[in-house]
C-alpha cells in the first residue's frame, strides 16, 4: 500500500519562508517517477503548484514562479517544496502526489497540469498578511 505523507506547513508571515516535505512508502521506483505538489484553498479549484519529472525537469504554476522551488532526493524517496516571498493568497492546504509514471506536465489555459495517481492528506499552509 502507497503511503504519501506532507510535512512542514504551519503559520507563515508574508514575505517569509516555509519548506514542505514529503516522503513515501511502499511506492516502487520512486526515482523513475514523476512528483508534485498542488493545493486546494477554500472556495477554489484544485490548483497544480509545481512539477519535477524523473529527469529532474521543473514545472511551476505562474503565480509561484521564482518564489518556490521544487526538488527531490531519490536516496531519501523525497520530495520538498521550498517557499519563498509567501504572500496570503498561497493559504491552502497542499498535497504532495506521485504520478503514475514518470511524469508529464503541461500548461492549459495557463493552469500547470499533471496526472496525480497517489497522494497524501495534505499539509496546511497559512500565511498571514
Known amino acids: 500500500q502507497v503511503q504519501v505523507v506532507e510535512s512542514g506547513g504551519g503559520l507563515g508571515q508574508a514575505g517569509g519562508s516555509l519548506r514542505l516535505s514529503c516522503t513515501t512508502q511502499?511506492?516502487?521506483?520512486?526515482?523513475?517517477?514523476?512528483m508534485g505538489w498542488f493545493r486546494r484553498a477554500p472556495g477554489k479549484e484544485r490548483e497544480g503548484v509545481a512539477h519535477?519529472?524523473?529527469?529532474?525537469?521543473?514545472s511551476y504554476a505562474d503565480s509561484v514562479k521564482g518564489r518556490f522551488t521544487i526538488s527531490r532526493d531519490n536516496a531519501k524517496n523525497t520530495l520538498y517544496l521550498e517557499m519563498n516571498s509567501l504572500e496570503p493568497d498561497d493559504t491552502a492546504m497542499y498535497y504532495c502526489?506521485?504520478?503514475?509514471?514518470?511524469?508529464?506536465?503541461?500548461?492549459?489555459?495557463?493552469?500547470?497540469?499533471?496526472?496525480?495517481?497517489?497522494w497524501g492528506q495534505g499539509t496546511q499552509v497559512t500565511v498571514s498578511a
Open positions: 502526489e506521485a504520478d503514475q509514471a514518470c511524469g508529464d506536465s503541461w500548461y492549459d489555459d495557463g493552469d500547470l497540469v499533471f496526472e496525480p495517481n497517489s
Open positions: 511502499g511506492l516502487q521506483n520512486f526515482e523513475l517517477r514523476g
Open positions: 519535477i519529472h524523473s529527469d529532474g525537469d521543473t
